[in-house]
C-alpha cells in the first residue's frame, strides 16, 4: 500500500518488515487487480507519508479492495510507519516511475 521505492529511504525502514497486500495477477497484467493498483500509484503525487497514505489508499480501493478491508490496510501502515516516527507530514522519497 505504501510503495516501498517511496518509503527507502526512512530510518528503520525494512521492506521485509513494512505491511502489505497481495493482489491478484503481476502488475503487467492488464485488468488484473495489481495492474490497476500499479496504474493508481504511478499518478502525479506524493512527497509526505499523508500523500502516499492517500495513493496507497486509493489503489487498494480501485483494484476492488473493499473499504473496510482498505482502511485496516492503511491502519496498519500508519502503526508500522507511526512506529519509526513518521507523521503526516514526514517527508518521503519521490517515486520515478510517477507522471
Not at 24 to 47: C, L
Amino acid at each position: 500500500m505504501i510503495q516501498d521505492a517511496a518509503a527507502k529511504n526512512l530510518a528503520g525502514y525494512n521492506r521485509m518488515d513494512a505491511p502489505a497486500v497481495q493482489l491478484k495477477g503481476p502488475s503487467t497484467a492488464k485488468g488484473s487487480e495489481h495492474y490497476i493498483a500499479t496504474q493508481v500509484q504511478r499518478q502525479r503525487g506524493g512527497g509526505t507519508y499523508s500523500a502516499e497514505r492517500r495513493i496507497g489508499y486509493k489503489a487498494l480501493r480501485r483494484s476492488g479492495v473493499p473499504q473496510s478491508e482498505a482502511r485496516g490496510h492503511i491502519q496498519r501502515a500508519d502503526d508500522y510507519f507511526g512506529g519509526l516516527g513518521v507523521t503526516p507530514n514526514t517527508m518521503m522519497r519521490q517515486v520515478g516511475n510517477r507522471n
